[in-house]
């Protein structure tokens, strides 16, 4: 199979893995495209058997998997060169200090010896740990952790990166800066990174699409800018007497909804004359005019409703 531009990372089809009674993951059907594509649900979802899967660690049950085109239950080993993970556990071995940790991981996909020491230094450079990679795994904190996982995703240069709950245990500015590193990462070395994450709101500041799943299905795939798409209202927000505007609104007929400050009114043919008329009668300035958009939280309740 040839890659293209447009080819899937990574694609799915009737994609099944069971643990005994328990399917988790049920059918699954999607198709993963280039950029920084968010894997989220809940605990449970499916999430990490899918990892899994498309590593090749674990065989499916049922159904076809294709990743960077080929499929990872009969060529794991030549997809697993391709791919950076990070794992979401801080199993990291305490006494070993992160230039070697990172530098045994670039051997394991195949640099040299001098080419690992080289990439795992400026890969730790990289995620901003170039003064700290001869210290042991052990003395570092949580986020100094996590960028060592990162730096080991990233050390061979792969052209799919896996990154399983990349902001755990990380306080608010630890996990901003951990956003910030993963976007320049994708948008600056060309990789194309998926993240398993059940933060919805770190998925809508980095990514270009999300896949959502709930019970080991998808239950909402797509571009961001698709998924959250402009609903039939109008959004309103005036400098003052938003009330009286919303009361002169229904007056002529309109479904208005309050919310504060903010005046939602259903799309209606004449809706933005009777606006402006309407603000300009109660002699007030208009912050904010526009359709309302979704928010990925509001995808996600949508979907798992």
């Known amino acids: 199979m040839t890659e293209t531009a447009t080819t899937p990372v990574v694609s799915a089809r009737g994609v099944t893995k069971r643990y005994r009674s328990t ?28 990892i899994s899967l ?15 085109g080929h499929d990872p239950a009969s060529s794991g080993i030549a997809v697993r060169q391709r791919i950076g993970y990070a794992p979401e556990h801080h199993n990291l071995p305490p006494d070993v200090h992160a230039a070697d940790l990172v530098r045994h991981l670039g051997e394991l996909h195949g640099l040299p010896g001098r080419a690992a020491i080289q990439r795992a230094n400026d890969a730790l450079w990289q995620v901003g740990l170039g003064e700290e990679r001869f210290r042991p795994i052990g ?16 050390v061979h240069d792969p052209d799919l990166v ?34 398993s994450s059940h933060h919805l709101e770190e998925a809508e500041r980095i990514c270009d699409a999300v896949v959502i799943l709930g019970g080991g299905s998808v239950v909402r795939a797509g571009a961001l800018s698709d998924l959250r798409r402009d609903s039939e209202r109008l959004i309103v927000v005036v400098d003052d007497r938003s009330d009286e505007l919303a009361a002169l609104l229904r007056e002529s007929g309109f479904d208005v909804a309050e919310l504060g400050e903010t005046v939602s009114v259903a799309w209606a043919d004449g809706v933005h004359d009777a606006v402006r008329d309407a ?26 409703a």
């Open 54 to 68: 498309v590593l090749g660690l674990r065989l499916r049950d049922a159904g076809e998997l294709s990743v960077l």
């Open 279 to 304: 603000v300009a009668d109660l002699g007030v300035g208009i912050r904010r005019l526009g359709p309302e958009r979704q928010t990925l939280e509001d995808v996600y309740m949508e979907a798992s």
């Open 162 to 195: 896996l990154l399983d709950e990349p902001t755990d245990g990380l306080d608010p500015l630890q996990r901003d800066d951990m956003l910030a590193l993963i976007r320049r990462v994708g948008s600056e070395f060309g990789m194309d990174i998926v993240i």
């Open 23 to 50: 399917v988790a993951v049920d059918g699954l059907d999607v198709d993963i495209g280039h950029g920084i594509t968010g894997l989220l649900g809940p605990n449970g979802a499916g999430k990490t058997t899918f």
């Open 139 to 154: 003395t570092m904190s949580t986020g100094q952790r996590q960028r060592v996982k990162l730096a080991g995703a990233i």
